[in-house]
């Protein structure tokens, strides 16, 4: 959902000194006319003083282009879709601070010296009784359930506009946040590094398994 993004983005631009200019640029597959239509109309509306550039993210080429034009990458997702954030660690690996929401998998993938991540939180399982009836008895997909879950949660405005301003204002910040980020990628998330961990795994669960059919 864009709408916190251009919100915090237009109250961030009117903290900064006059003349200072920010852009979102946002890459992804729009797959319905509409759904452009809602991006393109809600940037205009909501932060015109910031520059918005919708970009096709199903050319091969385009996502590289933006990681390699931007000095922060920002991911405010909150959905539970998102259990992990394979997005953040492409930004983390084109050297990028990323600013991102306190949730799910982010709070292990998004560390403190890779970035920022802005509070937010979920109302209890309480809340979603009907949303859930809804999906277990067919009334609702599994999309349009995550979609109502998303509208039950909350991002903190202020903490993310305050973030925005410190990101946006001081690039030794950016600089330190984005070799830590790239740091972290290449220590953390590298195949190099996945894959014998992977090996180890599946090494420690070979030798459970032979140990037990040993003692049966």
């Not at 909150?78 to 983390?92: C, K, Y």
């Not at 984005?178 to 590298?190: I, K, P, V, W």
């Amino acid at each position: 959902d864009p709408l916190p993004i251009f919100i915090a983005m237009q109250a961030a631009v009117a903290k900064l000194p006059a003349g200072v200019k920010m852009h979102v640029v946002m890459c992804g597959q729009v797959r319905h006319p509409y759904a452009r239509k809602v991006f393109e109309e809600g940037a205009a509306r909501l932060m015109p003083d910031v520059g918005f550039l919708l970009l096709d993210g199903a050319k091969p080429e385009t996502p590289q282009q933006a990681l390699s034009g931007g000095d922060v990458y920002l991911f405010m997702i909150d959905n539970i879709q998102e259990a992990f954030g394979l997005a953040p660690v492409e930004g983390m690996a084109a050297g990028l601070p990323v600013l991102a929401s306190d949730w799910d998998g982010l709070k292990d993938t998004v560390s403190a010296e890779a970035g920022l991540r802005v509070k937010s939180r979920l109302l209890g399982p309480e809340y979603m009784a009907n949303e859930s009836l809804r999906m277990q008895s067919g009334v609702d997909n599994f999309v349009q359930y995550s979609a109502a879950v998303s509208a039950m949660t909350e991002l903190d405005m202020g903490d993310m506009t305050a973030k925005i301003v410190a990101l946006a204002s001081n690039p030794d910040l950016r600089a330190r946040l984005g070799q830590g980020a790239l740091a972290r990628a290449h220590s953390t998330y590298d195949w190099s590094v996945v894959i014998p961990q992977m090996q180890a795994l599946w090494g420690e669960q070979a030798a459970r398994k032979a140990a037990a059919s040993a003692k049966a």
